[in-house]
């Protein structure tokens, strides 16, 4: 299932309206984030690299519009998103070490079993939230791994 397809589930079972709007470039970006102005209460940004190699284009129409923008990726955070709850890099380059030494002692991959994240992180960035017209309660601020000021 693709991280759409879970979303729309979801977001669906929770009364919530996916909203996409495709940018296959990232020359494309600033038209698909302006597409959305009218449309949406929100901008979810995912991990993915055409997005977030131009996710100050996002983020400006953002501020514009007073649509808060969240991401998927904790790095979108310092650059102007509201929010974001994802996994930290290097743990999973250490979940990953750790099955590719299973494998190096002799243990056969197929019967190792698929792993998900273990570990995700909370990022905020509250001057951002100002500038997209949310104020972030103090007890989310509390929780953050790591708040942008």
């Given at each position: 299932?693709?991280?759409?397809?879970?979303?729309?589930?979801?977001?669906?079972?929770?009364?919530?309206?996916?909203?996409?709007?495709?940018?296959?470039?990232?020359?494309?970006?600033?038209?698909?984030?302006?597409?959305?102005?009218?449309?949406?209460?929100?901008?979810?940004?995912?991990?993915?690299?055409?997005?977030v190699s131009a996710l100050e284009a996002?983020?400006?129409?953002?501020?514009?519009?007073?649509?808060?923008?969240?991401?998927?990726?904790?790095?979108?955070?310092?650059?102007?998103?509201?929010?974001?709850?994802?996994?930290?890099?290097?743990?999973?380059?250490?979940?990953?070490?750790?099955?590719?030494?299973r494998v190096l002692k002799g243990e056969?991959?197929?019967?190792?079993?698929?792993?998900?994240?273990?570990?995700?992180?909370?990022?905020?960035?509250?001057?951002?939230?100002?500038?997209?017209?949310?104020?972030?309660?103090?007890?989310?601020?509390?929780?953050?791994?790591?708040?942008?000021?």
């Open positions: 299932m693709t991280l759409l397809e879970l979303l729309k589930s979801e977001g669906g079972a929770m009364g919530l309206e996916i909203v996409e709007a495709a940018a296959t470039r990232s020359a494309d970006v600033l038209g698909a984030a302006q597409r959305l102005v009218g449309n949406v209460d929100v901008i979810y940004v995912p991990t993915d690299n055409t997005i996002v983020i400006r129409v953002g501020k514009d519009n007073d649509i808060p923008v969240y991401a998927g990726d904790t790095d979108s955070v310092p650059r102007g998103a509201i929010a974001a709850v994802g996994f930290n890099y290097y743990d999973v380059g250490r979940q990953t070490g750790r099955i590719v030494l056969n991959p197929g019967d190792i079993a698929v792993e998900g994240i273990q570990k995700t992180e909370l990022y905020v960035n509250p001057g951002a939230a100002e500038d997209m017209g949310v104020t972030i309660p103090e007890s989310i601020i509390a929780r953050a791994k790591e708040v942008i000021e």
